[in-house]
Structure formats: structure tokens, C-alpha cells
T-cell receptor, first 116, second 109 residues
Framework: GAVVSQHPSWVICKSGTSVKIECRSL??????MFWYRQFPKQSLMLMAT?????????EQGVEKDKFLINHASLTLSTLTVTSAHPEDSSFYIC????????????FGQGTRLTVV | QQPVQSPQAVILREGEDAVINCSSS?????VHWYRQKHGEAPVFLMI?????EQKGHDKISASFNEKKQQSSLYLTASQLSYSGTYFC??????????FGTGTRLQVFP
């Protein structure tokens, strides 16, 4: 199957700092990437849809100024958590689509963010 | 619009069967099934696109009802490796994958 690489796997940062998470599709071009957030023992909640070359589409309740998404190329999308606070601590996962239709979504390994 | 899964949790002994349901209030374009181990990314199991479709591989299969509002995942003769949290993922013709509430499955020897 296709490979999606997410980096870093885990990060600890101080409250008020910003953290950037990268999501790369290694062997295919991803026109669309998704960013999810998952709290312990809960489901994956879609945060935003990232399309190459255009602004991301955010789900209701997700602050776009706090969670900056950039999809600069067909193989790279980044999520920046700005001015992170302890309540932003979570597991962030990206996924990528290989084509225009939703067939199989390929997931990155996830990033465990802890804000102290 | 998050699909609702039932049951929330299942405990099995090796070799037992389980059924996990995923329900939506609206018709779905497709339904995906994933399994997630703790601290890891979800792993794709299968996708169903057509109403009335049934498919599977090995001892894991799934169905999608005619109205395309409900899907069930069938796990037969469960193995220890089946333990994890199962999510259905649904799409309503918007090219967005929305995950269900999840079902935690634990298989004991």
C-alpha cells in the first residue's frame, strides 16, 4: 500500500510555543490530505481538509488561526499548532487520498503532542 | 453527523465471534472499516460502496444495507490480534471521511 509519513512522532512543548507537524505522501501525489485529532479513548475527529494550492477547509469549531494548515505541494501538508496550550495536547493524525474519490485513505503514524 | 457504532465495547475469548454495527441517519456514499491499536494509526480493513454489498477476507467481513445507512463488521473465530478499536468511516459524497464513535474489542486467550 501507499506510504504516508508523519513527523515528528511525538513532541513536548511549552505552553505558548508553536509546533509544526509534517505529513508527506512518499510514493504518490496526494491532492487531498486530512488532519484529525484524537483524544484518549475517543474517535478521530476531522479538523480540516487540506487541498494542494488552496486554503484548507476547517470543520465547525476548529480555530483556523490556531491550527494553521499549509499544503504547498502534492506530497506535503503541514499543521502548525500556534500558541499551544495544555488543552491542545492530543494525538494528531494525517491521512492522504491518492485520487479524487474516497477509496482507501492512507494514514500517517500520528503525532503525540504534549503541551506543558 | 458522526455515525454511531454499537456496541461501545466487546470482550471475547479466542475463537468467539463478534458483530460491530455502524449507523447513520442519512444515506452514505461509502463506508470504510478500520482497526486501530493503542497509540498507532488506523489500519484499513475494507470499503463498501454499494447498497446490499457484502465483502470480506479471511475471517473478517462486512455488509452494507440496501438503504446505505447501516454497515456491520463481522469477526469470526476471533484471534488475539483482533484486539483494538474498530472505527467505521463514512463519506456522504463530500470527499470527507468522518469516523464513527468506535468500538473497543478485547480478545482474551
Amino acid at each position: 500500500g501507499a506510504v504516508v509519513s508523519q513527523h515528528p512522532s511525538w513532541v513536548i512543548c511549552k505552553s505558548g510555543t508553536s509546533v509544526k507537524i509534517e505529513c508527506r505522501s512518499l510514493d504518490f501525489q496526494a491532492t487531498t490530505m486530512f488532519w484529525y485529532r484524537q483524544f484518549p479513548k475517543q474517535s478521530l475527529m476531522l479538523m480540516a481538509t487540506s487541498n494542494e494550492g488552496s486554503k484548507a477547509t476547517y470543520e465547525q469549531g476548529v480555530e483556523k488561526d490556531k491550527f494553521l494548515i499549509n499544503h504547498a505541494s502534492l506530497t506535503l501538508s503541514t499543521l502548525t499548532v500556534t500558541s499551544a496550550h495544555p488543552e491542545d495536547s492530543s494525538f494528531y493524525i494525517c491521512s492522504a487520498l491518492r485520487g479524487p474519490m474516497v477509496t482507501e485513505a492512507f494514514f500517517g503514524q500520528g503525532t503525540r503532542l504534549t503541551v506543558v | 453527523q458522526q455515525p454511531v457504532q454499537s456496541p461501545q465495547a466487546v470482550i471475547l475469548r479466542e475463537g468467539e465471534d463478534a458483530v460491530i454495527n455502524c449507523s447513520s441517519s442519512k444515506a452514505l456514499y461509502s463506508v470504510h472499516w478500520y482497526r486501530q491499536k493503542h497509540g498507532e494509526a488506523p489500519v484499513f480493513l475494507m470499503i463498501l460502496l454499494k447498497g446490499g454489498e457484502q465483502k470480506g477476507h479471511d475471517k473478517i467481513s462486512a455488509s452494507f444495507n440496501e438503504k446505505k445507512q447501516q454497515s456491520s463488521l463481522y469477526l469470526t473465530a476471533s484471534q488475539l490480534s483482533y484486539s483494538g478499536t474498530y472505527f467505521c468511516g463514512t463519506e456522504m459524497n463530500t470527499d470527507k471521511l468522518i469516523f464513527g464513535t468506535g468500538t473497543r474489542l478485547q480478545v482474551f486467550p
